[in-house]
Antibody, heavy 118, light 110 residues
Framework: QVRLQESGPGLVTPSGTLSLTCTVS??????????WSWVRQPPMKGLEWIGE???????YNNPSLKSRVTISLDKSKNQFALQLSSVTAADTAVYYC??????????WGQGTLVSVSS | EIALTQSPGTLSLSPGERATLSCRPT???????LAWYQQKPGQAPRLLIY???KRATGIPDRFSGSWSGTDFTLTISRLEPEDFAFYYC???????????FGQGTRLEIK
């Protein structure tokens, strides 16, 4: 059974950096078959893809987030991480980590709410 | 950038009825790269359909996906009480690699 678990601060100050970690169990982030992604959902709104990383180090990000996104991999801990810089209230959302390929995501974390507020 | 328009925004039906949800891209999308998700309040999305018509592991056969031309459809043949939820379509674009979701359809009990 694959399990993904998000962790990180639930509150970030405006202009700061949002940092989240996704811990994977039941699979390896080094598994060549999968890409490891972040998806977010503002309160009462739809889903937005943030970015993804492969064990080779390849990453792709949502162009709408420009250069604010950094996704990294820690193979020794079987984790991957998200950093989103220069946050505003518009970045308040439930953040999900997920496992997928170029078709879809078949395993998701439970999600973690991050609020941006002073 | 490809956008996905889902319709209707809200669908009100009774258990036992048939639900038909639509997803229309603004540009041509390969059926290979079209997926559907179900999301209940407070839960993560759950993959229902990938490749436009392939059911994900463990998904009941009352859920089916299809496409005609550029339009994609999710059909739930006979609604069960647990099927009332939000449904999102999602597409993958290869150049550059990006993923887009539709705005969602709320399926509510009539």
């Amino acid at each position: 059974q694959v399990r993904l678990q998000e962790s990180g601060p639930g509150l970030v100050t405006p202009s700061g950096t949002l940092s989240l970690t996704c811990t994977v169990s039941g699979d390896s982030v080094s598994n060549n078959a999968w890409w490891w992604s972040w998806v977010r959902q503002p309160p009462m709104k739809g889903l937005e893809w943030i970015g993804e990383i492969h064990h080779t180090g390849a990453t792709y990000n949502n162009p709408s987030l420009k250069s604010r996104v950094t996704i990294s991999l820690d193979k020794s801990k079987n984790q991957f991480a998200l950093q989103l810089s220069s946050v505003t209230a518009a970045d308040t959302a439930v953040y999900y980590c997920a496992r997928g390929n170029e078709y879809s995501w078949n395993w998701w974390g439970q999600g973690t709410l991050v609020s941006v507020s002073s | 950038e490809i956008a996905l328009t889902q319709s209707p925004g809200t669908l009100s039906l009774s258990p036992g009825e048939r639900a038909t949800l639509s997803c229309r891209p603004t540009q041509s999308v390969s059926s290979t790269y079209l997926a559907w998700y179900q999301q209940k309040p407070g839960q993560a999305p759950r993959l229902l359909i990938y490749g436009a018509s392939k059911r994900a592991t463990g998904i009941p056969d009352r859920f089916s996906g299809s496409w005609s031309g550029t339009d994609f459809t999710l059909t739930i043949s006979r609604l069960e009480p647990e099927d009332f939820a939000f449904y999102y379509c999602q597409q993958y674009d290869t150049s550059p690699p990006t993923y887009t979701f539709g705005q969602g359809t709320r399926l509510e009990i009539k």
